[in-house]
């Protein structure tokens, strides 16, 4: 039973342009939302993250929005970097664990 | 301290054998998680441990599963029996507290393959 579902699992963007990865959840217990980055042979890397009381947060190049009544959350960057390519996954937390979806390969095209 | 560090990389081993891998969570986090990853899915949380406490353990953790944490620092990961479904990626991650917010960081992982 999966609750935290990324449903493309590539994307292809131009550099300089606008990523848009989406992520939807079933649970609405879940407490705080993130985006985590990983790249081949590496462990996921912390990017941003959401409390479910915000509906959207920004970092830099990151924005993360929170839509809790469509339960859905997307990553804008903006704008994209070749050095952004890598694995994007989705996160939601309940209590001491977090459920991941099952990811987003982004490629950048320089 | 450069991050949470995982041992080994990479393990082969053969179905029954038993196998034990180590976590180096960074020092001042008293959190260390345990998540599995497999090959086209997204890690899967495996057991969770407060200081040298193991506070909760995931339905996947077999009792051919085992780990520890003693004296809250490093921690182990033993399966024993291996079977060729245990193949995956073995994630530790630590925090300091709750990690909502924050985030866990995650070491690089031991990737097992039973053969």
């Known amino acids: 039973d999966q609750q935290v579902k990324q449903n493309s699992p590539s994307l292809s963007v131009q550099e300089g342009r606008i990523s848009i990865l989406n992520c939807d959840y079933t649970?609405?217990?879940?407490?705080?939302f993130l985006w985590y980055k990983k790249y081949p042979a590496e462990g996921p890397t912390f990017l941003i993250s959401i409390s479910s009381i915000k509906d959207k947060n920004e970092d830099g190049r990151f924005t993360v929005f929170l839509n809790k009544s469509a339960k859905h959350l997307s990553l804008h960057i903006v704008p994209s970097q070749p050095g952004d390519s890598a694995v994007y996954f989705c996160?939601?937390?309940?209590?001491?664990?977090?459920?991941f979806g099952t990811g987003t390969s982004l490629t950048v095209i320089p | 301290d450069t991050g949470v560090s995982q041992n080994p990389r990479h393990k082969i081993t053969k179905r029954g054998q038993n196998v034990t891998f180590r976590c180096d969570p960074i020092?001042?986090?008293?959190?260390l998680y345990w998540y599995r990853q497999t090959l086209g899915q997204g890690p899967e949380f495996l057991t969770y441990?407060?200081?040298?406490?193991?506070?909760?353990k995931s339905r996947l953790l077999s009792d051919r599963f085992s780990a520890e944490r003693p004296k809250g620092s490093f921690s182990t990961l033993e399966i024993q029996r291996t079977e060729q479904g245990d193949s995956a990626m073995y994630l530790c991650?630590?925090?300091?507290?709750?990690?909502?917010?924050?985030?866990?960081?995650f070491g690089s992982g031991t990737r097992l393959t039973v053969v």
């Open positions: 649970n609405s217990m879940f407490d705080y």
């Open positions: 020092s001042e986090h008293n959190r």
């Open positions: 441990f407060q200081n040298e406490a193991q506070l909760e």
């Open positions: 996160a939601a937390s309940e209590g001491n664990q977090f459920y």
């Open positions: 991650a630590s925090s300091f507290g709750r990690s909502g917010k924050y985030g866990y960081t």
